[in-house]
């Protein structure tokens, strides 16, 4: 009870924010962001354009991965009208597609840049039909997860060597939801199950399980990070409830009315960026590893996501899965 009401009110925690603060907010204590380089998925729209346009106004240089290279060039104008200045680069990337997630990285890694930043956003949510990617998987799997984590795995090499040669600390924020614990279940066997069609395909069940294991995925990755020694951060963030674009073919009656009643919880989107950008830049997260957060402050993911040895297996099955889907298996880390 004591939880609802500091969200309602947007009470301040601990780190002096709340369910009410802005992403504007929670980066005014480091405006000169300019000795930065980011990427941020899934910033056309939505929470990932918010947090790109704050990035870009504090300075720092921001890589926009789309699918739709124009709407990510849309984007790019967007900032520049607002800030002349900006260092805005568009590349493509699927994130369904583990080959686009293998050519953006090569791509972007021969551009010789640093990478201080690397922010998971995209989220997709499957409505309808079962859809498998090109590789064969679960749709919003592949998209919120799978392609995530390789994308973060061809990349930390270049995070943890720009970390060592700037001394600035390397973070990766995953973009989660509370909506992770609404799957208790074992995820291996409903992906299988699923994948197969011997269960009824259910969108809010599948996206569950892609947010579960984004938290996993932070979980066994700051464990990584730690044994090597690395100079890189990595944190697991729910930015709260709002209505963006991942919800926008639920259009309709019920829809409109379910917002209307819950608008009192709903946050703007400046507010649901705010929480990732305070996990990605505010100097209270320094060498804060491992954790999930919310409205800013360090929350409880569910007990199915707290578990060291289930985010060892996802780690394993993940890398099972990007080597059955590509002749090539990637160096382990």
């Not at 929470?47 to 991965?65: D, F, N, S, Y």
């Not at 990510?72 to 597609?97: K, N, Y």
């Not at 922010?119 to 799978?146: C, P, R, V, W």
């Not at 270049?158 to 995820?187: C, K, L, P, Y």
Request: charged content about 20%; hydrophobic content about 45%.
């Amino acid at each position: 009870m004591l939880q609802a009401a500091r969200y309602l009110l947007g009470s301040p925690g601990a780190s002096g924010f709340g369910s009410k603060s802005t992403a504007e907010e929670v980066t005014a204590a480091c405006p000169d962001l300019g000795s930065l380089t980011a990427i941020i998925t899934g910033a056309t729209s939505g929470i990932g354009a918010e947090t790109a346009r704050v990035l870009a106004k504090r300075g720092a240089r921001v890589v926009i991965p789309a699918r739709s290279v124009k709407a990510a060039e849309d984007m790019r104008a967007r900032i520049l009208g607002e800030c002349p200045s900006a260092d805005v680069l568009v590349l493509h990337l699927d994130l369904s597609s583990l080959a686009s997630v293998r050519d953006f990285a090569r791509r972007f890694l021969s551009l010789g840049l640093p990478l201080h930043l690397l922010i998971n956003n995209a989220g997709k949510f499957s409505h309808g039909q079962l859809a498998l990617s090109e590789d064969g998987f679960e749709m919003t799997f592949a998209t919120n997860y799978l392609g995530h984590f390789l994308l973060t795995k061809l990349l930390l090499a270049r995070m943890a060597e720009t970390a060592a040669a700037t001394g600035v600390q390397g973070r990766i924020v995953n973009v989660s939801s509370s909506v992770h614990g609404w799957f208790s279940g074992d995820w291996a066997d409903y992906l299988q199950l699923v994948t197969r069609r011997k269960i009824p395909y259910d969108a809010t069940q599948a996206y569950a399980v892609s947010k579960l294991a984004n938290v996993l995925h932070t979980k066994e990755l700051a464990a990584r990070l730690r044994e090597m020694g690395a100079d890189v951060t990595v944190n697991c963030v729910h930015p709260g409830i709002v209505r963006t674009r991942l919800n926008r073919d639920r259009e309709g009656l019920i829809t409109d009315l379910a917002f209307v009643l819950l608008s009192k919880l709903l946050k703007t989107i400046p507010q649901a960026a705010a929480t990732t950008c305070y996990a990605a830049v505010h100097p209270r997260m320094a060498g804060v590893s491992g954790r999930y957060l919310a409205d800013c402050n360090e929350a409880l993911p569910s007990p199915a996501a707290a578990s060291r040895r289930e985010a060892a297996r996802l780690w394993q099955a993940s890398e099972d899965m990007i080597c059955a889907a590509s002749s090539q298996p990637e160096r382990n880390i």
